[in-house]
């Protein structure tokens, strides 16, 4: 297994581009890391990676091997892929990753229940509210929320979630009740921002008489955690573009209240996604279908109750 071990760790410092991020991958030490690649280096008797202080770049023979790397980690799935069907016992860890709100809310508690009933299946679970490349950083699977793009991913689709402009009778009261997107920009609104790096610019794509609509917004906070933005809009310092489950309870409370009524935002998309091939292999399946059960009741709940 050593040298199995050696190839996935060049596979996982190859597509991450750092040891140390793919020893956190692989969770062990960049120590330990770059021990693996030099070991693989001296069976193979070639350089696979160009190193200097700042940056690690593929040589030739690294990209040469990748490739066939790849592959073999893919065959070593795939055989004890169809061992756990054969045997109707999945095993193993998979990677997840997920949206913050969704995944404490909805994800993470479903994950005590589905170990009771696969008590060999370990689950390693990351959440963020930013976008996630699910080849790149190997993962089995994530949990998205917004638009799509098109790409290689197996979709499954879980939901439509709509979503609502919101801010706190204060806010409301201080500012005045905005009717619409135009609104927004004219009356120079707080808007609350979710940005993290390498975001774009900010817009909100809402829903006028005419069809989609970008407004450009802008406001004095931006967080990287979408549940930040909730608590400043409850505490009156904004507007904030949120899933209507997340915040279903502060609706029904008076808490926050709808704004910018004439132009709504378009609903989000909720889908699971994963590379086709780890779609094949049991343990991933049966999360994916455990969970996207979980996430439909769920919101089937929180929206109706």
Same mark, same amino acid.
Request: aromatic share 6%.
């Given at each position: 297994?050593?040298?199995?071990?050696?190839?996935?760790?060049?596979?996982?410092?190859?597509?991450?581009?750092?040891?140390?991020?793919?020893?956190?991958?692989?969770?062990?030490?960049? /120590?330990?890391?770059?021990?693996?690649?030099?070991?693989?280096?001296?069976?193979?008797?070639?350089?696979?990676?160009?190193?200097?202080?700042? !940056?690690?770049?593929?040589?030739?023979?690294?990209?040469?091997?990748?490739? %066939?790397?790849?592959?073999?980690?893919?065959?070593?799935?795939?055989?004890? %892929?169809?061992?756990?069907?054969?045997?109707?016992?999945?095993? %193993?860890?998979?990677?997840?990753?997920?949206?913050?709100?969704?995944?404490?809310?909805?994800?993470?508690?479903?994950?005590?229940? +589905?170990?009771?009933?696969?008590?060999?299946?370990?689950?390693?679970?990351?959440?963020?509210?930013?976008?996630?490349?699910?080849?790149?950083?190997?993962?089995?699977? !994530?949990?998205?929320?917004?638009?799509?793009?098109?790409? *290689?991913?197996?979709?499954?689709?879980?939901? *439509?979630?709509?979503?609502?402009?919101?801010? !706190?009778?204060?806010?409301?009261?201080?500012?005045?009740?905005?009717?619409?997107?135009?609104?927004?920009?004219?009356?120079?609104?707080?808007?609350?921002?979710?940005? +993290?790096?390498?975001? &774009?610019?900010? &817009?909100?794509?809402?829903?006028?008489?005419?069809?989609?609509?970008?407004?450009?917004?802008?406001?004095?906070?931006?967080?990287?955690? %979408?549940?930040?933005?909730?608590?400043?809009?409850?505490?009156?310092?904004?507007?904030?573009?949120?899933?209507?489950?997340?915040? /279903?309870?502060?609706?029904?409370?008076?808490?926050?209240?709808?704004?910018?009524?004439?132009?709504?935002?378009?609903?989000? &998309?909720?889908?699971?996604?994963?590379?086709?091939?780890?779609?094949?292999?049991?343990?991933?399946?049966?999360?994916?279908?455990?969970?996207?059960?979980?996430?439909?009741?769920?919101?089937?709940?929180?929206?109706?109750?």
């Amino acid at each position: 297994m050593a040298y199995v071990n050696n190839i996935r760790m060049f596979v996982r410092v190859y597509e991450l581009g750092s040891m140390s991020a793919a020893a956190r991958d692989q969770r062990t030490s960049p /120590a330990v890391a770059s021990a693996r690649i030099a070991e693989l280096e001296r069976h193979l008797g070639v350089r696979l990676f160009n190193r200097t202080t700042r !940056a690690l770049h593929p040589t030739e023979h690294g990209r040469m091997f990748y490739d %066939g790397a790849r592959g073999i980690l893919e065959a070593i799935e795939d055989a004890e %892929g169809n061992v756990m069907e054969a045997t109707q016992s999945p095993r %193993g860890t998979i990677y997840v990753a997920a949206p913050l709100n969704l995944g404490r809310r909805i994800i993470a508690p479903a994950v005590v229940k +589905f170990r009771d009933q696969f008590p060999e299946i370990d689950v390693r679970l990351r959440l963020s509210d930013r976008s996630v490349d699910v080849t790149a950083e190997g993962l089995d699977l !994530a949990f998205h929320l917004g638009p799509l793009a098109d790409s *290689d991913l197996k979709v499954r689709m879980i939901a *439509d979630c709509p979503r609502m402009l919101v801010a !706190a009778p204060s806010y409301v009261a201080a500012r005045g009740m905005p009717e619409d997107g135009a609104a927004l920009v004219r009356d120079r609104h707080a808007c609350l921002n979710l940005r +993290f790096p390498g975001a &774009q610019e900010f &817009q909100w794509t809402l829903r006028t008489d005419d069809g989609p609509r970008r407004f450009e917004i802008s406001g004095p906070l931006e967080s990287d955690d %979408g549940d930040v933005l909730t608590d400043w809009a409850l505490a009156g310092c904004g507007i904030v573009l949120k899933p209507r489950f997340e915040i /279903a309870t502060y609706l029904t409370t008076g808490a926050l209240v709808p704004v910018a009524a004439q132009t709504p935002p378009y609903p989000a &998309q909720l889908a699971c996604l994963s590379p086709s091939r780890k779609h094949r292999d049991p343990k991933v399946r049966v999360f994916s279908d455990y969970m996207i059960d979980v996430c439909r009741s769920a919101l089937r709940e929180e929206l109706n109750g």
